[in-house]
């Protein structure tokens, strides 16, 4: 059974990276698929972060491109998002998730329970 | 950016009954780029419907998804208690991907 659970730091001040970190158990990374970040707002709705494949292909949401890394570390079996300069619009639950590659790519078939992140000032 | 709305906001319906739910895009989609998740409270979103009308692994048959262009709609045949929850349509055929509002599926 695939899962996956993702840690990160909780509360954060505005101007710091957000570093999180999902951890995946049931299936290896390198195998396949693409590994993603969604965030959703408290009482909002879902916002594709992006997501890499197991061979290096990303998708990043343009609104976000230019302050978001995602990576994956094959010898932990795990997968990063990194969101630099954060502030109080970043507060959210952060979920990881698998994602289908192919003509599904965008498509998100097993999640994480998600992390809260608040940004104060 | 593609705009996904869904109505209605709030369906309040009894078990047993047919619920129908609409996601309209603001462009045509490409390919058959559009999915449905399930969300309950305090729980992550659990993929119902990819690619316009096939259910992911282990989704009742109950659940059943159709349309084209801008066009789309989730159909549960008949609800089960379980299926009380707030149901999100997305696209991934044109960047960013987009989710709609969500409608809320409650007890009437």
């Known amino acids: 059974q695939v899962q996956l659970h993702e840690s990160g730091p909780g509360r954060m001040k505005s101007s710091e990276t957000l570093s999180l970190i999902c951890a995946v158990s049931?299936?290896?990374?390198?195998?396949?698929?693409?590994w993603g970040w969604i965030r959703q707002a408290p009482g909002k709705g879902l916002e594709c972060i992006g997501s890499?494949?197991?061979?290096?292909?990303?998708y990043y949401s343009p609104s976000l491109e230019s302050r978001v890394t995602i990576s994956l570390d094959t010898s932990k079996n795990q997968f990063s998002l990194k969101l630099t300069s954060v502030t109080a619009a970043d507060t959210a639950m952060y979920y990881c998730?698998?994602?289908?590659?192919?003509?599904?790519?965008?498509?998100?078939?097993?999640w994480g329970q998600g992390t809260m992140v608040s940004v104060s000032s | 950016e593609i705009v996904m709305t869904q109505s209605p906001g709030t369906l309040s319906l009894s078990p047993g009954e047919r619920a129908t739910l609409s996601c309209r895009a603001s462009?045509?989609?490409?390919?058959?780029?559009l999915v449905w998740y399930q969300q309950k409270p305090g729980q992550a979103p659990r993929l119902l419907i990819y690619?316009?009308?096939s259910r992911a692994t282990g989704i009742p048959d109950r659940f059943s998804g159709s349309g084209s262009g801008t066009e789309f709609t989730l159909t549960i045949s008949r609800l089960d208690p379980e299926d009380f929850a707030v149901y999100y349509c997305?696209?991934?055929?044109?960047?960013?991907?987009?989710f709609g509002q969500g409608t809320t599926v409650e007890i009437k």
């Open positions: 998730a698998r994602g289908y590659g192919g003509d599904s790519l965008g498509t998100f078939d097993i």
């Open positions: 049931g299936y290896s990374i390198s195998s396949g698929y693409y």
């Open positions: 890499m494949s197991h061979s290096g292909h990303t």
């Open positions: 462009q045509s989609l490409s390919r058959s780029s």
């Open positions: 690619s316009v009308s």
């Open positions: 997305q696209q991934y055929g044109s960047s960013p991907w987009t």
